[in-house]
């Protein structure tokens, strides 16, 4: 029988995220100069997040509140999938070769929509691939796989932003350039909505690659 759809589990089958998950409490304390027990981690894992600060706080004396230490580890986490998540080894060509054989591609997860939207913007690289996140039952978003990048963009970012994209392609000698700006009218005051792409591979820190390549 051919398969028609496949459904993907997020954390650990696509992206290579549990290691952030399975070390939040001795991060945590490494950042506050603390090096925790050998053990901490195998301890938080049958607690709740907050559980697990308000331990934290107890054992290691810290300063801050529970709800202060809830807030710089979703910061962690926040971070952790803006910048650092990559796919699982393989994933980026097997999901290429279901997406040739016309296989339709779901993500089922319970990681909170925004992180979920910031690990999957390979969605944005990859606009000919369609992918469908559900979480708790309820789609979040879906891309259609129709190649082109506006499709993408609407998907992952709203309509009130693709509608203010221009869409760019450049190319000189070896280089080709290609994607959506968006027009000042609709600019953002930072950085957050910004994903750089280099040969189809997500880069988190396009200045850093600039000033490398040029050194």
């Known amino acids: 029988m051919r398969l028609q759809s496949a459904i993907f589990d997020m954390d650990g089958t696509l992206l290579d995220s549990m290691p952030a998950w399975n070390h939040l409490g001795s991060d945590l304390l490494r ?19 907050r559980q697990g600060a308000a ?5 290691y004396h810290l300063t801050e509140t529970v709800d202060e ?8 986490v926040d971070d952790f999938y803006h910048h650092q998540v990559r796919p699982k080894p393989g994933v980026e060509k097997f999901l290429s070769l279901l997406k040739m054989e016309g296989v339709w591609m779901y993500v ?10 910031a690990a999957l913007r390979c969605a944005l690289g990859r606009p000919d691939v369609s992918f469908r996140c559900i979480r708790d039952g309820r789609e979040e978003f879906f891309t259609p796989g129709d190649g082109r990048k506006e499709s993408a963009v609407y998907s992952l970012l709203g309509r009130d932003l693709a509608s203010g994209m221009l869409g ?3 190319e000189e000698g070896p280089v080709r350039v290609s994607g959506c700006v968006t027009e000042p009218a609709v600019a953002r005051g930072n950085r957050s909505a910004q994903f750089f792409f280099c040969n189809g591979r997500y880069d988190p820190h396009p200045k850093d690659h600039h000033k ?4």
């Open 168 to 170: 760019i392609e450049l």
């Open 108 to 117: 089922a997860t319970a990681t909170d929509r925004h992180l979920a939207q």
């Open 69 to 76: 230490i809830m807030d710089e580890i979703e910061a962690q």
């Open 31 to 49: 950042r506050h100069g603390i090096e925790p027990a050998a053990d901490l981690d195998q301890r938080l894992k049958v607690l709740s997040a």
């Open 212 to 215: 490398q390549t040029l050194s």
């Open 55 to 59: 331990l934290c706080r107890e054992e």
